[in-house]
């Protein structure tokens, strides 16, 4: 079968780092992607990991190991804003656009 | 980038009626998506909407309780029938552009089932 697993919940505070982690079994691998889900709100779309290594935009990064099946987002610098549901989703095999979700990690930011 | 609107964005509903919900896109998209979310849970694909042909189903999602249409490629609507307080849940309608891995999201529906 296909999962991602993340962990439920995260708690942190202001300024500090925070990094969610998720491993996966898919059918084959075509990339790891990350979105941010604010209560109430849509999921928007944070980055993406097709290959081994870290992407940084802005003060998120997000780290990609294939051979561990494993990758992670760091938010750094937090704010309170950025407390939020963070899902990792990837494809369920190589069938162009469809997304497989985890479970989600709600982050909470504390002053 | 896409921007997308649903409508209604939420409704009360009896049991074993249908709610039709409709999702709409500024421009033209090949691959649109139909998603459940529960509260507090993550994101379930129903269904991949095809222009032109009947849709794709996951699993545990059938078309005679979820009947999707998409009449063209800005446009979809997907039908909650004979619905139950189970169906409670978020609707979301997303689509993907040039970037097969970075989607783009409705604002959702929110149904309750009473």
């Known amino acids: 079968g296909q999962s991602l697993e993340q962990p439920s919940e995260v708690t942190a505070v202001e300024g500090a780092i925070v990094q969610i982690n998720c491993t996966y079994q898919?059918?084959?691998?075509?990339?790891l992607s990350w979105y941010q889900q604010h209560d109430g709100g849509a999921p928007t779309f944070l980055s993406y990991?097709?290959?081994?290594g870290l992407e940084e935009t802005g003060r998120f990064s997000s780290f990609l190991s294939r051979s561990d099946s494993y990758g992670y987002l760091l938010l750094q610098e937090l704010q309170m804003k950025d407390s939020a549901s963070y899902f990792c989703?990837?494809?369920?095999?190589?069938?162009?656009?469809?997304?497989?979700f985890g479970q989600g990690t709600e982050l909470s930011v504390k002053p | 980038s896409a921007v997308i609107s649903q409508k209604p964005s939420r409704d009360i509903c009896q049991r074993g009626t249908s709610l039709t919900i409709q999702c709409q896109v500024d421009?033209?998209?090949?691959?649109m998506f139909w998603y459940r979310q529960q509260p507090g849970q993550s994101l379930t694909l129903i269904a991949t909407a095809n222009q032109g042909s009947e849709a794709t189903y996951e699993s545990g999602f059938v078309i005679d309780k979820f009947p999707i249409s998409r009449p063209n490629l800005t446009f979809s609507t997907l039908t909650v029938s004979n619905m139950s307080p189970e169906d409670s849940s978020i609707y979301l309608c997303s689509v993907t552009t040039a970037a097969h891995y970075e989607q783009y999201f409705g604002p959702g529906t929110r149904l309750t089932v009473t």
């Open positions: 989703a990837a494809p369920p095999g190589n069938q162009g656009g469809k997304l497989i």
């Open positions: 898919t059918s084959g691998f075509y990339g």
């Open positions: 421009s033209q998209v090949t691959m």
């Open positions: 990991n097709a290959l081994d």
